[in-house]
């Protein structure tokens, strides 16, 4: 069974500060993994898809990495500022169970201005 | 573009009614699921679809039904509504792997 976890829970930095936050899964069998973020009260929005064949994938101030032989990815921000503050949740899509997507539980983050 | 739309956006039910959650995408994807998202469980897959009549259950299936008629819609219904099932919904619609959500519709059972 795929279960997938992110460390911290919860994480606060001043404005302009990088910061990365971490995905792990228990399954190296993936067939990508994608990062969206979460405003309060929002739906989910797509940040970055990796497929299981990348190493990493970049948007503007965002860095996104898989390692699947130790299970985790890394979210990398840049220069982070106060429109960052969200909830960033990490979702894999199993090789074997490829209609079933697993989410970690969410890194809340606050930039302070 | 709508890309993911729900309807409604919130709901208010007493324990035993009935209500249908809507959700409709417009970018011809074939995948969508439902999924619940409540505080300290995270977001757990309730059922999905793979294409039009063509359906399966996910993680948290129990109490809830699923049809797609069509390759736009995918209703979600609650047939006896019970306090546990309140929650937040979100549908979610793929192609190629990747996930699209709409904006959540807001459940309270009373």
């Known amino acids: 069974k795929q279960e997938v976890t992110q460390i911290p829970a919860a994480l606060s930095v001043p404005e302009g500060e990088n910061l990365v936050l971490n995905c792990s899964f228990t399954?190296?069998?993936?067939?990508?993994l994608q990062w969206f973020r979460q405003d309060p009260g929002k739906g989910l929005t797509s940040l970055l898809l990796i497929q299981s064949s990348q190493r990493e994938q970049t948007s503007g101030r965002l860095n996104a990495s898989l390692d699947k032989s130790s299970g985790r990815s890394t979210l990398y921000i840049a220069a982070s500022q106060p429109g960052d503050s969200a909830t960033y949740l990490c979702?894999?899509?199993?090789?074997?169970?490829?209609?079933?997507?697993?989410f970690g539980p969410g890194t809340s983050l606050s930039v302070i201005p | 573009n709508a890309g993911v739309t729900q309807t409604p956006k919130f709901q208010v039910l007493k324990t035993g009614q009935s209500m249908t959650l809507q959700c409709a995408q417009d970018m011809n994807h074939e995948y969508m699921s439902w999924y619940r998202q409540d505080p300290g469980m995270g977001l757990r897959l309730i059922h999905y679809?793979?294409?039009?009549?063509?359906?399966d259950q996910g993680e948290v299936p129990n109490g809830y039904n699923v049809s797609r008629s069509t390759t736009e819609d995918f209703p979600l219904r609650l047939l006896s509504a019970a306090p546990s099932q309140t929650s937040v919904y979100f549908c979610?619609?793929?192609?190629?792997?990747?996930?699209?959500f709409g904006e959540g519709s807001r459940l309270t059972v009373l």
């Open positions: 399954d190296s069998a993936i067939y990508n």
């Open positions: 979610a619609s793929g192609q190629s792997g990747e996930l699209f």
């Open positions: 679809s793979v294409g039009a009549g063509i359906t």
């Open positions: 979702a894999v899509r199993r090789k074997t169970s490829y209609d079933k997507v697993i």
